[in-house]
């Protein structure tokens, strides 16, 4: 601990009595200063101890020995050392009054006992005392790094919290706490997310000093190297942090920051190998992406898996864009659920991920992303159903296909099960198609225009019944030959034959999305509606 006014005072080489003062002897005195001013405050930082021989200095005067006294405090000052013997053969009662007024200690210095004694003394107890802390730190260090090499980032945290005193916590990439010591502390951990959170958001590396009482001074770093924050650190105390603990604190970023952030060249030989089993797999080789893959994402090839692709919505920066937002809340969501995650870019602004199918990725995309506009997200996201090893390329389509939709809907992210399950009709909500069913039922629709006959609402209506001449013609109210004839007038209008199974399904699909004339809307044709030949019928 730092030198204080009871240690030099028990120094038995300086010989110094307590004539005032004497139950605030045991503050810290960060120096000691010699100084005949008058008014010594402009040069005071405070924690000073100002030693004086009063040459400059009425101490027989009540009345300044009070200002003088008052000025000493109000600065920090925290004792006064007078010379005794040397102007004053004794400390006057004057000033002896004053410090006792203003709590102020003072010091009776021998004759014999040479103020540079002093300063030595205190010199050598701030520097014994810095040597102490450093030892401590590097002891520190030493216990830290082993817990980080044998146990990990939790031991990490549990040794930190003790060398302050204090509780500490550790947040990964998206903020959640994911080590806390003591175990009370996850809960005061968690409610320190949003100032992680504006943390993250600074040039790193950064730090805050927060917390929302006097015994609980927080203090936040982040983990990580160059612009890409891998964590944070929080270490709360109920003091400022001394010498050793800071250097304890600093030696917790250091092996945090190595054990959360992989060094780049490793980073990327995991994605070359990630991309080797994903080609693999894409190519019909399970068996060899197995071997290749090894215990990295072994585990994850033996149970149904969902394969993702991930694409921004528009061109944006691919270093600080939201691939590497999505890429780090995924392995943030895969290691707190201790799960395998495959996660490869596929090309400059795409993602392919491989997730365990019901697992904690899975969950962790859905809610963040299920219910949003890609508008809001900056990015698409489509979903494979579940699946296997062998069946990874036809996987890759699905996730394809409900990519495209989503693209087509505007949808931060869509799988592919809602295409397989739901209806085939909104696919069709696109301009390029509309344009091609209006091309093609133009011309029945121009016919209609005239009055000359229902040839749309009778297409319909046959089509639904899949050609049933009786059935199509009760719908509609009309004799089987009137269908018949609308039929090859249908033909002839369009130059294409009902008897091909494309045209007919070509036409259906443009008969569903195009708008529905209002003369269909309003149920069944009736057969006085018709104006084709009474012979017809």
């Given at each position: ?65 009070r200002r003088y006294v008052r000025r ?344 592919h099960e809602e295409l397989a399950t ?116």
């Amino acid at each position: 601990m730092p030198p204080t006014l009871a240690s030099l005072v028990q120094h038995s080489a300086l010989k110094l009595t307590v004539r005032a003062g004497e139950d605030r002897l045991e503050v810290p005195v960060r120096w000691a200063h010699v100084s005949e001013l008058a008014d010594p405050v402009p040069y005071m930082e405070g924690g000073e101890l100002l030693l004086v021989t009063a040459m400059t200095l009425d101490a027989e005067d009540p009345e300044a020995m009070r200002r003088y006294v008052r000025r000493l405090v109000g600065a920090g000052v925290v004792g006064l050392g007078f010379a005794v013997g040397v102007y004053y053969e004794d400390i006057p009662d004057a000033l002896v009054e004053a410090a006792k007024e203003e709590g102020l200690p003072l010091l009776a210095v021998p004759r014999r006992t040479p103020f540079l004694a002093i300063s030595k003394a205190v010199s050598a107890a701030i520097a014994a005392d810095q040597y102490r802390a450093v030892t401590a730190g590097f002891e520190a260090q030493r216990e830290l790094t082993r817990a980080a090499l044998a146990e990990g980032p939790d031991a990490v945290i549990a040794r930190l919290a003790a060398h302050v005193d204090g509780w500490a916590a550790l947040y990964d990439a998206s903020g959640a706490v994911v080590a806390a010591a003591p175990e009370w502390a996850a809960r005061r951990a968690a409610r320190l997310t949003h100032d992680v959170e504006r943390l993250r958001e600074r040039a790193a590396p950064a730090s805050a000093v927060v917390g929302d009482s006097d015994d609980d001074r927080v203090e936040l770093q982040t983990l990580g190297t160059g612009r890409r924050v891998r964590g944070a650190l929080a270490v709360g105390t109920g003091a400022p942090l001394g010498t050793a603990e800071r250097y304890a604190v600093h030696s917790a970023v250091a092996l945090l920051t190595l054990s959360t952030a992989r060094s780049r060249s490793l980073q990327a030989a995991e994605q070359r190998l990630g991309a080797a089993v994903l080609r693999m797999l894409l190519s019909g080789q399970p068996d060899h992406a197995r071997a290749v893959a090894g215990d990295l994402y072994g585990g994850l090839l033996d149970a149904p898996f969902r394969l993702l692709i991930a694409e921004p919505a528009g061109e944006v920066d691919p270093t600080a864009g939201p691939l590497p937002v999505l890429t780090e809340s995924l392995e943030s969501a895969a290691a707190r659920a201790g799960e395998a995650l495959l996660a490869v870019p596929d090309t400059d602004d795409r993602l392919v991920v491989l997730a365990a199918d019901g697992g904690a990725v899975v969950a962790a995309c859905v809610d963040a992303y299920g219910d949003k506009e890609a508008a809001e997200t900056e990015m698409y996201i489509g979903f494979s159903a579940p699946t296997g090893p062998i069946a990874a390329a036809g996987a890759y389509k699905q996730a394809e296909q409900a990519l495209s939709v989503g693209r087509r809907r505007g949808r931060a992210l869509v799988e592919h099960e809602e295409l397989a399950t739901g209806s085939i009709l909104p696919l069709l909500a696109d301009d390029a198609v509309r344009a091609f069913a209006d091309g093609m039922l133009r011309a029945l629709y121009e016919h209609d225009a005239t009055g000359r006959g229902d040839l749309v609402a009778s297409l319909r209506a046959w089509l639904s019944r899949h050609g049933q001449w009786d059935a199509a013609a009760a719908d509609l109210g009309v004799h089987r030959h009137t269908l018949r004839y609308r039929m090859r007038r249908v033909e002839e209008i369009l130059g294409r034959s009902l008897d091909d199974p494309d045209v007919r399904m070509e036409l259906w699909l443009a008969l569903k999305t195009t708008a529905v004339p209002a003369m269909d809307t309003a149920g069944p044709v009736s057969a006085s509606a018709t104006t084709e030949p009474s012979t017809a019928q």
